[in-house]
Structures are given as structure tokens and as C-alpha cells.
T-cell receptor, first 114, second 114 residues
Framework: EPEVTQTPSHQVTQMGQEVILRCVPI?????FYWYRQILGQKVEFLVS????????KSEIFDDQFSVERPDGSNFTLKIRSTKLEDSAMYFC????????????FGSGTRLTVV | AQSVSQHNHHVILSEAASLELGCNYS??????LFWYVQYPGQHLQLLLK??????LVKGIKGFEAEFIKSKFSFNLRKPSVQWSDTAEYFC????????????FGAGTILRVKS
């Protein structure tokens, strides 16, 4: 069964550093998403991406965040200057359709900011 | 704004016990409803979904859920749990007019004692 792959599975970074979280969506998927889950809290939508541009973003997705599809296979989330409160599990998802029924999630990257 | 409530954060059951996890949402329009499961160290997996039609939905691994529109509820059930059902369960809602993003509940951690 095709999978969405996320790397690394766990990343520790110092406050103020830039981090890039990587995702390889399923190869024929066109819609890409990032969600995050702060420990003990809800899974929250961050951003959706289609046709090389952001289609929707949440209030959380401020100027510190950016997404990119640099090479046609990877889909990355960059946090420019990490804060302690960015510590969370970040999930990538992809879909082959605008229909929400075809979401596939990755296993997540646990980001710890110290 | 949409919100999703899961009533129990931790549930502990013995094997063969019946399970019901509550989920309520606050949105009056047309919704798509989902239950996801996350086994330790793994990605979010879709258990079942409701888009339209029969409000009693059957999913994988013997799970089912019932959509009760008048109660804004989509409770997850399983008649007899197994130790391997130990996981975290997330209810999620998509309001069709808000595009493809999912709004998640806080999750319920289920531990099944063998």
C-alpha cells in the first residue's frame, strides 16, 4: 500500500534555529497538507498546498512557516526561527483528489525545541 | 467556527468489553465525518468515514460508527475489543463548504488490558 513518508521521525533543535521537515507524498497525489499536534492537544490544520501554491492556511501558519515542493517529489515545511511552543508532532498528508475522502497521512515528525 | 469534542481522554477496558467513544461536533451545515486511529509509533489510519447515506457506517477491524444528525454526534463502537486495539482514536470533521481541511477532536487514548 502506498505510503506518505516523513523524515526525520524525531528532530531536536535549539530555539531560534531553522528546521525543515520533509515529506514524500504518494507519487500520483496532487494535494498536500501539514497538520500538527502539540502534546496532549488536538491535531490542528496548518496548511494545504496545490498546484505549487498554498490553497489554504490556518492562523497558526504565520510568517515563520513556509512550505515548498522543491523537486516534484518532496514537500517540505520550514520553520524559520523555532520557538519552544513549536514543539509538536507534525503530520504530512496527501490526496489524489480535492475530495477529502482520499487523505493519506504520514507517521509524523516529532519536533522538540530546546 | 467548527469544533469537535471527544468526551473521554483516557479509556481503559478489559479484552472482550464493548467500546463506545463519543464524538460531537458543532457545525450546522453538511459535514463529512471520520474516525482515525493511531497505533503507537505509527501514522494516522482511517478507520471509517461518513459522507452520506446509511448513518450506520462500518469500518475496518470491526469498528462501526453512527451518525445522529439531530445530536451532532458520530460515536465509535466496537462490540468486543482486543488488546491490539490499544491506540489513540481521533474523531474528525470536514465541513464541505470549508474545503479540504479536517478539524480534529482531542483524541481518546484506549488501553485494553489482556
Amino acid at each position: 500500500e502506498p505510503e506518505v513518508t516523513q523524515t526525520p521521525s524525531h528532530q531536536v533543535t535549539q530555539m531560534g534555529q531553522e528546521v525543515i521537515l520533509r515529506c514524500v507524498p504518494i507519487s500520483n497525489h496532487l494535494y498536500f497538507y501539514w497538520y500538527r499536534q502539540i502534546l496532549g492537544q488536538k491535531v490542528e490544520f496548518l496548511v494545504s498546498f496545490y498546484n505549487n501554491e498554498i490553497s489554504e492556511k490556518s492562523e497558526i501558519f504565520d510568517d515563520q512557516f513556509s512550505v515548498e515542493r522543491p523537486d516534484g517529489s518532496n514537500f517540505t515545511l520550514k520553520i524559520r526561527s523555532t520557538k519552544l511552543e513549536d514543539s509538536a508532532m507534525y503530520f504530512c498528508a496527501s490526496s489524489d483528489s480535492a475530495s477529502i475522502s482520499y487523505y493519506t497521512f504520514g507517521s509524523g515528525t516529532r519536533l522538540t525545541v530546546v | 467556527a467548527q469544533s469537535v469534542s471527544q468526551h473521554n481522554h483516557h479509556v481503559i477496558l478489559s479484552e472482550a468489553a464493548s467500546l463506545e467513544l463519543g464524538c460531537n461536533y458543532s457545525y450546522g451545515g453538511t459535514v463529512n465525518l471520520f474516525w482515525y486511529v493511531q497505533y503507537p509509533g505509527q501514522h494516522l489510519q482511517l478507520l471509517l468515514k461518513y459522507f452520506s447515506g446509511d448513518p450506520l457506517v462500518k469500518g475496518i477491524k470491526g469498528f462501526e460508527a453512527e451518525f445522529i444528525k439531530s445530536k451532532f454526534s458520530f460515536n465509535l463502537r466496537k462490540p468486543s475489543v482486543q488488546w491490539s486495539d490499544t491506540a489513540e482514536y481521533f474523531c474528525a470533521v470536514n465541513a464541505r463548504e470549508y474545503g479540504n481541511k479536517l478539524v480534529f477532536g482531542a483524541g481518546t487514548i484506549l488501553r485494553v488490558k489482556s
